[in-house]
């Protein structure tokens, strides 16, 4: 099961490939000798690992990750495992891994989000967590609950929720079993849901 239903605008869809066009695993296969049918991939699946960068850093920062993550995967075409026709797992836990790399900043993010209730993105931070909240009191809640997540429960939840991933695609791209993404997904949905459930305070972050 999902982490909750998203509104249709949460997550872009990736670009569909056009009717009898190769899985992601032949394009990277022919990218190995033909470097420029990487560009396909690119193409498919740059709007979602955008979105889910904005989402964890910000819009401006999210272009750098985008970048980097397109980079390191053409850097490692060759290590991809071809028996996954899609990639998209592959390049979130690339991106995931860039991601955390900024975590202080993706920090002071959600943070800045609970002060302010001002979300950069057109939809409400809480669309793709919960169902659709919308109340700046609990996007802010919201914010603040996943600043206070590990990093790990964080990374789980928010591949699930933004980029709607299965568990088995989680577990592939952070590279840990099954199980520890279920413990952990269901650690991160208790402290959103208590977050979410309790009274609306005037407090600040320092």
């Known amino acids: 099961m999902k982490a909750g239903p998203a509104a249709p605008s949460a997550t872009p869809p990736a670009t569909p490939p056009g009717a009898g066009a190769l899985a992601d695993a032949d394009v990277i296969r022919l990218s190995l000798d033909d470097p420029e049918r990487f ?14 960068a904005a989402r964890r850093l910000g819009v401006h920062a999210a272009d750098d990750i985008v970048g980097e993550t397109f980079l390191v995967a053409f850097r490692r075409r060759a290590t991809y495992d071809l028996s996954q026709p899609l990639a998209r797992p592959w390049l979130y836990g690339i991106a995931t891994t ?3 790399r900024h975590r ?3 920090e002071r993010h959600y943070r800045a989000l609970r002060r302010t209730g001002t979300d950069p993105l057109p939809e409400p931070l809480a669309d793709a967590v919960t169902a659709r909240v919308a109340a700046e009191s609990e996007q802010r809640r919201l914010a603040g609950a996943l600043a206070g997540l ?3 429960d964080r990374d789980v939840l928010l591949l699930v929720a933004w980029g709607d991933l299965t568990y088995e695609e ?5 590279e840990v079993p099954v199980g520890t993404v ?12 208590r ?10 972050d320092e």
């Open 195 to 204: 977050a979410l459930d309790a009274p609306a305070t005037d407090e600040h």
């Open 150 to 152: 590990s990093s790990g």
């Open 98 to 100: 860039l991601v955390a």
């Open 104 to 106: 202080r900043a993706e």
């Open 170 to 174: 989680v577990a592939r791209a952070l």
């Open 182 to 193: 279920r413990s952990r997904l269901h650690r991160a949905r208790r402290t959103v849901r």
């Open 39 to 52: 560009a396909e991939l690119f193409d498919r699946h740059h709007r979602r690992i955008h979105h889910y």
